[in-house]
């Protein structure tokens, strides 16, 4: 997810600084970025020059401090809110005060992360949607405490950056997770109780709602160990029990079959290249 949000910063000129504890992490999302700017100028989508733009204005860091001089910091970290609030503490400890932290979350809550930092008026809630660099919508969401500068400026980077934004609440799930948490468990419900197979689950879908993924797909796709932190996420807050995590989906994930990261989930998959690529 945060190389994906990269590249769409990237693409709009913006330099682009990845963090991440491991370099080797760094080192594959740097290879997969590559490797689907490659794809978009072997397609004629984009000029050979601007992709070499693109890649120069790109960089990547193992340390925090490295992130000093960002004017924006978007975090895409897993759904766990501890780990997000210890990360805007540390954050506040190396970024300017007019930084704007901006937190990737698809179901936690805004002004909960914002109360790991110092500054809460300038964190903001920017959910990009999976894969990043191919989807345009964004739910921006403001935090109780989160300024109307903070908000107006995040949004109009949205925009710079070619996205289309929204506005919605700080409200478990937003919009989209609201539906889909749910939505796909009860796809996952459906393989369980032997309804029909993944794949037909998933062509009904396609075929019969127009979706141009099917949830199962979508699942394999986002990793079925992320759906499980989703569902545990949003569960909590909600208690539908649509949200609570489907046995299946606990099997599959301590059986390693995680989706397209490992290779195998609903579907079985081949390479390692960025969805898209």
Not at 66 to 90: Q, T
Not at 128 to 143: D, N, R, T, V
Not at 147 to 165: H, L, M, N, R, V
Request: aromatic content about 6%; some cysteine; charged content about 20%.
């Amino acid at each position: 997810m945060g190389a994906g949000i990269a590249l769409v910063a990237a693409r709009a000129g913006f330099k682009t600084i990845s963090f991440d504890r491991s370099h080797d992490s760094l080192e594959k999302a740097a290879v997969q970025s590559a490797a689907f700017l490659d794809k978009s100028v072997a397609r004629g989508k984009l000029e050979k020059a601007k992709r070499d733009s693109i890649l120069a204005s790109m960089s990547h860091t193992t340390e925090t401090a490295g992130l000093a001089h960002c004017d924006l910091v978007i975090e895409a970290v897993f759904e766990d809110l501890a780990v997000k609030r210890e990360l805007l503490g540390r954050l506040d400890a190396v970024c300017a005060d007019d930084a704007i932290i901006a937190s990737n979350t698809s179901t936690l809550s805004i002004t909960e992360i914002a109360s790991g930092s110092k500054r809460p008026e300038r964190v903001v809630g920017m959910h990009f949607c999976l894969p990043a660099q191919l989807m345009k919508l964004i739910e921006m969401s403001p935090g109780i405490l989160t300024s109307e500068d903070t908000f107006s400026a995040a949004w109009q980077w949205t925009k710079d950056c070619g996205q289309t934004p929204v506005k919605t609440q700080d409200k478990p799930g937003f919009i989209l997770n609201a539906l889909l948490v749910p939505f796909n468990n009860d796809a996952i419900r459906a393989v369980e109780a032997g309804v029909a197979s993944p794949a037909d689950i998933d062509r009904a879908i396609k075929v019969g709602l127009g979706y141009k993924m099917g949830p199962l797909e979508l699942i394999d796709l986002v990793g079925l160990d992320t759906q499980v932190r989703l569902c545990e996420a949003f569960y909590p807050i909600t208690l539908d029990p649509r949200a609570a995590t489907p046995p299946l989906l606990r099997r599959m994930v301590a059986a390693g079959l995680l989706g397209r990261k490992s290779g195998r989930g609903f579907f079985t998959y081949q390479g390692n290249s960025m969805f898209g690529a």
